[in-house]
T-cell receptor, first 115, second 114 residues
Framework: GAVVSQHPSRVICKSGTSVKIECRSL??????MFWYRQFPKQSLMLMAT?????????EQGVEKDKFLINHASLTLSTLTVTSAHPEDSSFYIC???????????FGPGTRLTVL | AQSVTQLDSQVPVFEEAPVELRCNYS??????LFWYVQYPNQGLQLLLK??????LVKGINGFEAEFNKSQTSFHLRKPSVHISDTAEYFC????????????FGKGTRLSVIA
């Protein structure tokens, strides 16, 4: 299956700073990637759908100006958490549909802690 | 719109005992169904999926699931669990139109007791 990497795996930042998370497809060109967020002991919630070469589609309740998504190439999508606050602390996971019928492959996730 | 319900938030079970993790879905259109496993501080790993055909689907690590259209269920089973199966298990659904996001259940924490 498709291999998906995320960088960094863990990040700790001060409140008010911005953090960029990268999601890379290592062996597949993905026109669409998905960004999920997972709070402790909860399920994954879709934040946005990232489309290569166009604006991302955000789910209701997700602030597009706070969570900036850039899908600049078929192998890279980035999520930038701007002016992070402690309530943004979460586990952020990206995924892509890897060419095999309707199967999504997930990155290992990024643990963001905002102090 | 779809929704996925996992009825049990936690399931404790003794080692080598059988286990069933329940999942029900609701959708106005046809969906594909998935089970994912998540170990602590890791991403999700696909256990198995149902796309079409045989309603009994076998996955990795000895897990299997059965799609029941009349009961809108997709329960996950394993005849004999190991300590290493302790993890969070997520049931998910996706519409059959490609490049659409997964809708997840809230997860079931499987704890295998020695």
């Amino acid at each position: 299956g498709a291999v998906v990497s995320q960088h960094p795996s863990r990040v700790i930042c001060k409140s008010g700073t911005s953090v960029k998370i990268e999601c890379r497809s290592l062996d597949f060109q993905a026109t669409t990637m998905f960004w999920y967020r997972q709070f402790p002991k909860q399920s994954l919630m879709l934040m946005a759908t990232s489309n290569e070469g166009s604006k991302a589609t955000y789910e209701q309740g997700v602030e597009k100006d706070k969570f900036l998504i850039n899908h600049a190439s078929l192998t890279l999508s980035t999520l930038t958490v701007t002016s992070a606050h402690p309530e943004d602390s979460s586990f952020y996971i990206c995924s892509l549909e890897g060419g095999v019928a309707d199967t999504q492959y997930f990155g290992p996730g990024t643990r963001l802690t905002v102090l | 719109a779809q929704s996925v319900t996992q009825l049990d938030s936690q399931v404790p079970v003794f080692e080598e005992a059988p286990v069933e993790l329940r999942c029900n879905y609701s959708s106005s259109v046809s969906v594909y169904l998935f089970w994912y496993v998540q170990y602590p501080n890791q991403g999700l790993q696909l256990l198995l999926k149902y796309l079409s055909g045989s309603t009994l689907v076998k996955g990795i690590n000895g897990f299997e699931a059965e799609f029941n259209k009349s009961q809108t269920s997709f329960h996950l089973r394993k005849p004999s669990v190991h300590i290493s199966d302790t993890a969070e298990y997520f049931c998910a659904a996706m519409t059959q139109s490609g490049n659409t996001p997964l809708v997840f259940g809230k997860g079931t924490r499987l704890s295998v007791i020695a």
